[in-house]
């Protein structure tokens, strides 16, 4: 088993920034591929961004690309969202999720991946 927990939601004013963390413990070497999804009021779960702990290669959902970053830490076994210039429709409940290595046509699909967090609620006010 994996287990994530996510931190670093709140609330932050349009144009502000937050940064999110993932931390995933337990068996953590059956894992490659660490995405980031939301889930809107009233809408359904969408992808945002993804990152693998053996490659360099990102992914990003068209909607956030130029103001979201997604890094890891390999050593502290974190993956990190940096969101910047937040829009009210940003808001959302975060989940990390963890997959085995995920070809890049894939890595959107929020049924490939195994392992889910709780969430954590971002809020952006106008």
């Known amino acids: 088993q994996v287990q994530l927990v996510e931190s670093g939601g709140g609330l932050v004013q349009a144009g502000g920034s937050l940064r999110l963390s993932c931390a995933a413990s337990?068996?953590?070497?059956?894992?490659?591929?660490m995405g980031w999804f939301r889930q809107g009021p009233g809408q359904e779960r969408e992808f945002v961004a993804a990152?693998?702990?053996?490659?360099?290669?990102?992914y990003y959902a068209d909607s956030v690309k130029g103001r979201f970053t997604i890094s890891r830490d390999n050593a502290k076994n974190t993956v990190y969202l940096q969101m910047n210039s937040l829009k009210p429709e940003d808001t959302a409940i975060y989940y990390c999720?963890?997959?085995?290595?995920?070809?890049?046509?894939?890595?959107?699909?929020?049924?490939?991946?195994?392992?889910w967090g709780q969430g954590t609620q971002v809020t952006v006010s106008s």
């Open positions: 999720a963890a997959a085995r290595f995920l070809p890049g046509t894939v890595v959107a699909a929020m049924n490939e991946y195994t392992y």
């Open positions: 990152i693998r702990w053996s490659y360099t290669g990102t």
């Open positions: 337990g068996r953590t070497f059956s894992t490659d591929t």
